[in-house]
């Protein structure tokens, strides 16, 4: 018997209606072996009325748990209190599909499972209704539902009721509710139904990977090389085994692990390690250094990411060239709830509880390296405190760190980083260095550009580069400047990337490559838009002839804000437009600044993403997106000197603080096209809109960030 046939059997012999269902590869790469996959998304309505989803994406406070729950729930007609909502348990044998299928990123959840998630639920609530007539001798067209019941004239019957006998009904193909039909889906914000996650968040209720505890379990925390690349050469770990509560002072080829009781006593044990490292092998020059090399690589030959015309025999038709140089630090994630991993080994099988985004693809990593099958590794995904991209990494990473802890003990064991782990462990938003030279014609519009960008891939030499970045070009790093409007205009154009190689561990952070395109195409139209005596928005509106949600956003936006109306003495205003993620969000932000005292007072932002399915959900993505962007935009700044971190932990990486934040006013535009994503978008454009303001405050452009080592 497979697991989808036990899975079936216990559904009938305990009561309760299961339906499996399959959530494809995204990527297309699973498609000729669906018929052989265990399913990696269930639902599941119990005799005693609780439907419990079990979802194969992960919540990470983005709200997916809720908005996928009210795909299934719009067409199942059920208790929207009824409902259970949990992560995926990664066993089996489903891991012949690639690491898409259980991953969670790239703002594509509720995009790519709208019709999936919806077709489940109107399955079963097909069967619940034609269990009901069955039993009450009526015809199917004769029934209603609403409320987790079905009802035909006076009779009721609640779903927990007749899930035995649908389980047994065969497999109904379905229509799908019209829009008109829709009672969760869309509407106003704050009528949303309300986030299943957030109860036992503040109650106390909810376990991370923090909370993991049972007979046994140790803790351990790893004292790594401080320059990437490094090796430990030797270590005395004669003081820190005289701490009582260590066990164990191990070696792994991360570091060196103390391991004890608790983490009072791991930590006290890893201040007196004694460590000689080799730092050998490290190719990591100090941020100074790294640029100007940068600067150097700009000016050689690169892969061509976009091309048309023939650009360098196109700056003879302008008017003017604009010519500038863009520099972007790297950037740490900072997710609230730092790494933590717990590993159980025992013969032939190994336990892990942790948060992450890519579960299959960790538990792929952990087969190989232990010599196990897939099927001999299981991961549980505990509630997840933030990760903006951290818990996205592709291998090599925590999970593994912990596994060799384990190893090296032979117990179980319990992996925590430390906030200053995370500051200076790695896995940062790569620098980027971009090089801009753009020709316009007598009205001061573009008509040929030329974009070089300089840094690291997120993809190249990692699993996933054949089938993200082939041929070594990493299209994540252009994002926002392919397909830019402004770029589209120019009949000669060129975008080129020169993808740069050192032992800095780099990894997508909330909305990838346009963390910094945005900034530089938004910046560079607005300083385009000066010289030619162009309003920025007017001048905006020009190159968005033919691109509708472009225009729309950014009339909302301006609208909303009363852009070209009167502000108060020594208030500025800066606008920025940016596609992302299948949506576009415009931004305008208010500021003041006197004395060096920058205060953002105001940010109106307007998204354009086709349907919006749960408009509260989208908003509060608008809004955690701002705060993170500016925080990035006026402190973000990881320095390396000597091949070393130079940051700790928030006093010296900053945090935008409550006193510090704007008021925030988001509008949602929605229309007919392909859904957009939300998780992501709002980062992007709301550093350029703060830089483009701070230039109408004092006449300075920004051209580096952070924007405060400007002042």
């Known amino acids: 018997m497979d697991r989808r046939e036990f899975m079936q059997t216990a559904a009938l012999s305990t009561g309760g209606l299961l339906l499996s269902f399959f959530v494809p590869d995204k990527s297309g790469l699973a498609a000729g072996a669906m018929q052989d996959f265990s399913p990696n998304a269930l639902l599941r309505i119990g005799t005693d009325d609780t439907i419990r989803i079990i979802l194969n994406k992960v919540e990470m406070g983005q709200g997916v ?11 199942l007609d059920c208790a929207w209190s009824h409902i259970r909502v949990e992560h995926r348990v990664i066993e089996g044998q489903h891991l012949a599909e690639s690491m898409w299928v259980l991953s969670t990123g790239g703002s594509d959840t509720i995009r790519s499972e709208f019709d999936r998630y919806r077709t489940t639920g109107a399955t079963a609530r097909t069967m619940l209704v034609q269990a009901a007539a069955q039993r009450l001798g009526v015809s199917p067209d004769q029934c209603t539902t609403a409320a987790s019941y079905v009802q035909a004239g006076s ?45 036992d968040k503040v109650n ?35 003081q820190a085994l005289h701490i009582p509560g260590v066990h164990k002072v191990v070696q792994v080829p991360e570091g060196v692990a103390v391991v004890a009781d608790h983490f009072w006593a791991a930590m006290q044990g890893r201040k007196v390690l004694r460590i000689e490292w080799d730092p050998a092998g490290h190719i990591n020059p100090d941020t100074g250094q790294q640029f100007a090399q940068y600067r150097e690589i700009a000016a050689q030959p690169g892969i061509a990411g976009q091309s048309k015309g023939d650009v360098e025999n196109a700056w003879g038709n302008a008017r003017e060239i604009y010519e500038q140089e863009f520099r972007f630090p790297y950037l740490a994630h900072s997710p609230m ?19 992450t985004q890519s579960s299959s693809l960790h538990r792929q990593e952990v087969a190989r390296a232990l010599g196990f099958r897939d099927d001999q590794v299981m991961i ?16 090599n990473d925590w999970v593994m760190e912990a596994v060799h802890i384990a190893q090296a003990t032979g117990q179980a064991v319990k992996l925590i980083w430390t906030r200053e782990d995370d500051i200076r462990g790695g896995y940062y938003r790569p620098m980027y260095l971009h090089r801009v030279k753009v020709g316009t014609d007598s009205n001061g519009m573009p008509i040929a550009w030329r974009h070089d960008v300089v840094g690291q891939s997120l993809f190249v030499n990692t699993v996933l580069e054949k089938d993200i970045a082939p041929n070594g ?9 392919n397909g830019s409007p402004y770029i589209a205009h120019c009949p000669d154009h060129s975008v080129v990337l020169h993808t740069t190689t050192n032992n800095i561990p780099v990894l997508a952070w909330r909305s990838v490559g346009n963390t910094h395109t945005a900034f530089v195409m938004e910046t560079a139209i607005d300083e385009l838009a000066f010289r030619a005596a162009t309003d920025a928005v007017e001048y905006r509106k020009k ?18 804000a009363g852009w070209g109306s009167p502000l108060p003495a020594g208030h500025f205003r800066g606008v920025a437009v940016h596609a992302a993620m299948g949506s576009v969000v415009a931004q305008v932000i208010e500021i003041s600044y006197l004395n060096k005292n920058l205060k953002i007072h105001r940010v109106v932002c307007a998204i354009a993403c086709g349907l919006a399915v749960n408009p509260d959900g989208i908003v509060a993505q608008m809004e955690s997106g701002i705060i993170y962007g500016l925080t990035a935009a006026l402190f973000g700044e990881i320095t390396i000197e000597k091949g070393a971190i130079q940051q700790h932990n928030f006093h010296d990486y900053r945090m935008l603080r409550m006193e510090e934040a704007p008021a925030i006013e988001v509008h949602i535009i929605e229309d007919d ?14 550093a350029p809109a703060l830089a483009n303001a701070f230039f109408a405050a004092t006449g300075k452009r920004v051209r580096n960030l952070p924007l405060l080592s400007n002042i």
Do not use: Q
């Open 204 to 238: 106390g209720k909810a376990r991370y990977g923090i909370d993991v505890r049972f007979p046994g379990l140790l803790t351990a925390v790893l004292e790594r090389c401080p320059e990437f690349g490094g090796k430990v050469r030797s270590f005395d770990a004669s």
């Open 380 to 395: 549980y995904t505990p509630a997840i405190g933030g990760s903006f991209g951290r818990r996205g990494s592709f291998g």
């Open 65 to 75: 748990w809720t908005t996928l729950a009210m795909l299934i729930a719009e067409e």
């Open 337 to 355: 709830e730092t790494l933590n991993c717990t590993v159980k080994l025992s013969a032939g099988k190994c336990e892990i509880w942790t948060a």
């Open 155 to 199: 009779a009721r019957l609640s779903y927990g009721s007749l899930a035995s006998d649908a389980a047994r009904l065969p497999i109904p193909e379905v229509k799908l509710r019209g829009r008109s039909e829709w009672k969760l889906i869309g509407g106003l914000p704050g009528r949303s139904p309300r986030k299943l996650d957030i109860p």
């Open 543 to 560: 190159l968005f002839t033919n691109y509708p949600r472009h225009l729309a956003a950014l009339v909302t936006a301006a609208e909303k």
């Open 673 to 686: 096209g392909k859904m957009g994503g939300a998780g992501e978008p709002g980062v992007a454009p709301v």
């Open 473 to 481: 070009l990493d299209y994540s790093s252009l994002d926002g400047v």
